[in-house]
């Protein structure tokens, strides 16, 4: 439990301190003029009180990511602490931070946009099409998520194609309405709830007192030798594990709640609605932040759970193989709830995730019509107009929702792909925050972005090249893998320092 407490009194630190670096690093100016007050459009450019802009972006990164995101991270024990805690800290507050101030002093310009001015042409039209499947991806999990949940716990007798009936009207007419007509209305409440659960977690902390491992007592089994990083010998006796290295695989699985592309398409939305830049710095990097809090909170209790020799067995179910594998981060939520509430307070920890899903699936989808907007300069003041954008993008997510509700493994194949492009998304975000830092006038401090960029490269190349089901890791030895993912990596840095260097010699030649 030390570890834990550790844990959140740095996160909180990190907003103290860290936050008020990166603040002076960028220059955020109180008396520069935002996109919604230059030009508010009464849909998209709405100018918001701070606390409902703060609610709303918390509840837009959070969705399920910073809770089943962080249970099936917490499979590898407590090294999942270091990483939400120094991840958020250094790379995904400061991703979230630094992208929406960008996107503010760009008039509230979506994120290829901003790729494209750091980034060149090329990339600005790859991270366009990009970006947008990963919007699609998002609306599909997110709706796929929700209507399991609702089905599972409340209306076992429904077929499950009503709830996603329901939830796709809902995500359809939340992205066609101004946005502070429906989301600016009812969020604020979503997030309540959904920071309740967590609290609800630390009660069941004090009241139960489990038995939490320390990091430095079990993180050397962590790193074993054998490769299987399932850290609890229990589980490790009566479960079957694929080969699922440490690196990268946790930091795939755990994103919301250390590093998010998903994050900074979302910034945004919210970059519209502010009325001062000083708004930037507890909206984007506090409700990171906060999300890393809730993310640690969850793989604490999954963790005392896959750690505990009587609550383990909760946390095991028999394949179609006939194998006995973990429980997915849906599934855990209602054991935990179940198993340390009574019904009323499980059931409302249930909402809460559901919540959670559906809050982030229909700001992906908005995400994805302005996206499409931008590049089409399409004017989304009329509804027909916003309509043209959104169907096409609502039948390519109803699409993929059918197929993976149809296909028994089609969900966990959309998972890690969307898994894997959305820390892609973060990896590249901050290469384009790292072009911008060192192009302003404190410009030395660009490593405050490289340094995680690097590292995010590192682990998403790492992903194709050594994942045993989703990349070459069957048929290419391990150490193979991380060798040509390093050498990438440093392709990459050495590209970025050759371009820095030619740019400052061009811009001397000028002067």
Known sequence: MITFIISIILLLLGYLLYSKLIQRVIGVDPARTTPAVAHPDGV??????????????????????????????????????????FGCIFAGAVHDFIAGFISIRQDGASLPEIHG?????????FMRGFTVLLMILVGAVFVNTPAVLLNQNFTPEWNIFIWVGIIFAYYLIATLLPIDKLIGRIYPVFGMLLLGMAVAIIVAFIVYKP??????????????????????????ERTHRPDTPLFPMMFIS??????????????????????NEKQSRPIFYGAMITEGVVALIWAAAATVFYHDPILSEHTMMLNDKGETVLLGGNAMVGVIAYQWFPKVIAIICILGVISAAVTSGDTALRSAR??????????????????????????????LLVFSLANPLGFDYIWRYFAWANQVLAMVTLWAITVFLSRTKKGAWYWISLVPALFMSMVTISFLLVAQKEGLGSVLPRSVGYGIAAAITALLGIFFFVKKAKRECDDNKTN
């Open 44 to 85: 998209d450019y709405v100018p918001m009180k701070p606390w409902r802009i703060f609610l709303i972006q918390f509840l837009n990164i959070a969705g399920v990511g910073p809770i089943c995101g962080a249970i099936m991270g917490a499979q590898f024990g407590t090294a999942s602490f270091l990483w939400i805690v």
């Open 117 to 125: 001015k750091y980034l060149g042409n090329g990339m600005k039209q």
């Open 211 to 236: 038995d939490l491992p320390e990091v430095w007592t079990n993180l050397s089994n962590q790193l074993n030798a054998s490769g299987d990083n399932t850290l609890f010998p229990r589980m490790q």
């Open 254 to 275: 755990i994103a919301c709640g250390a590093i998010s592309g998903f994050h900074a398409t979302q910034s945004p939305l919210m970059a519209r609605c502010m009325v």
């Open 370 to 399: 302005l996206i499409v907007a931008d590049f089409m300069h399409v004017d989304q003041k009329p509804i027909p107009k916003r309509l043209m954008v959104a169907l096409p993008v609502f039948i390519l997510a109803a699409g």
